[in-house]
């Protein structure tokens, strides 16, 4: 996966990369959505195909990590779709859908899917990437001016959990729509 914020995607015009390098920041983010992506794929059934996602976020509010791992799990879809449409992949590699989301405490509570205010505000922010069969894939929490409790981390799985498969029925519709026969 490629991941990159656009020159305009943030309140302070943001610098282009230079020869499509990405900073450490970037790069992370890149892992990341390759590590995710890469846990619901059976390479066997991939065989020798290479697959490719361009992940440019347009307008950053927060969340974009999370946004672009949904969002590539669905171009992931539509990439599979046509290598099975066009036999160049002989069998569905994919083996379940995934999702991610933001989650965090702010004043002692916790909300879901952290826009920019809400996580510059964060006490502690945490991202959450699961698979449709409900195991865990990603985990990444962070005391940002706080420490936080085993109960307060269960809090917040349980929010991203409640929210992510939310996603999931929203990945399912857009999934429906674009099945490619």
Known sequence: AEYNMLPSSTLNRKRRSKN?????????????IGRVLRSVVDMKKL???????????????GGTRTAAIC????ALFDAVAFGLKEKLIPENPITQAVAAISVG??????????DYILDSSADVDM???????GEFV?????????????????????????????????????QTKRIVK
Request: glycine share 10%; charged share 25%; proline share 0%.
């Open 105 to 114: 405490i702010i004043n002692g509570k916790v909300h879901l899917d952290l």
């Open 127 to 133: 991202n959450v990437a699961m698979t449709s069969n």
């Open 138 to 174: 990603e985990l990444q929490g962070t005391g940002e001016r706080t420490t936080f409790s085993a109960d307060e981390l269960t809090k917040m799985i349980t929010f991203a959990q409640k929210g992510i498969k939310e996603i999931f029925k929203l990945q399912k519709m857009a």
């Open 47 to 61: 065989g020798e195909n290479l697959i490719s996602l361009d992940c440019d976020v347009l307008q950053a509010d």
């Open 71 to 74: 969002g590539a799990y669905i």
């Open 20 to 32: 499509g390098h990405t900073d450490g920041r970037g790069t992370e983010i890149q892992r990341l």
